[in-house]
């Protein structure tokens, strides 16, 4: 099956500086690569999503890019806000199949 | 409003007792899963269900079984709790089209077995 591993599995950034997050996968039939934040007693709730068909996408602070050949794609946030402290996860699914594959979730904490 | 519901929220039980976690949805969606999660780590699927009467383990055996009567309904049932069983358990939901990936999850029961 699948296996997605996520780097690093925690990160301290000031407020305004940029946050990068690492995923790395294992099945190349892998389609969809969805990022989960997942707030302090809150439910995950997803904020970004790519497709294999493109590079990259933006939305606002944050910004996914995947490169298919490397089996990789990782999270960017810009700018970054003492609310976007949280726990990211990254995940995986393989077309026509149910599971999402998670990866081990990285602690972000913004230092204002 | 359409959401994702779970009950109890918390729940502290003893060794050896049964418990049913109960998740609703109201979105009409064909597929549930629960996850099994300590609070910031990593997410263990459970049970998934992509529609009535189907239901298949995770990855993670937890001594657990599911359930899928109805659509909106996606009960777990611990025959016998244990206090490795002490854990948050996630529901979520996602629907059939296959454009829309994005899972749809529960606030969460906290259960602790002492």
């Known amino acids: 099956g699948e296996n997605v591993e996520q780097h690093p599995s925690t990160l301290s950034v000031q407020e305004g500086d940029s946050a990068v997050i690492k995923c790395t996968y294992s099945d190349s039939a892998s389609n969809y690569f969805p990022w989960y934040k997942q707030e302090l007693g809150k439910r995950p709730q997803l904020i970004i999503d790519i497709r294999s068909n493109v590079g990259e996408k933006k939305d606002q602070r944050i910004a996914v890019t995947l490169n298919k050949t490397a089996k990789h794609f990782s999270l960017h946030i810009t700018e970054t806000q003492p609310e976007d402290s949280a726990v990211y996860f990254c995940a995986a699914k393989i077309p026509g199949g149910n599971q999402f594959y998670f990866g081990t979730g990285t602690s972000l904490t913004v230092i204002p | 409003e359409a959401d994702i519901y779970q009950t109890p929220r918390y729940l502290v039980i003893g060794t050896g007792k049964k418990i049913t976690l109960e998740c609703s949805q109201t979105?009409?969606?064909?597929?549930m899963y629960w996850y099994q999660q300590d609070p910031g780590m990593e997410l263990h699927l459970i049970h998934y269900s992509y529609g009535v009467n189907s239901t298949e383990k995770g990855d993670l055996s937890s001594e657990s079984t599911v359930s899928r009567i109805r659509t909106e309904h996606f009960p777990l049932t611990l025959e016998s709790a244990r206090p490795s069983h002490t854990s948050q358990y996630l529901c979520a939901s996602r629907t059939q089209n296959a454009n829309t990936g994005e899972l749809f999850f529960g606030e969460g029961s906290r259960l602790t077995v002492l």
């Open positions: 979105m009409g969606h064909d597929k």
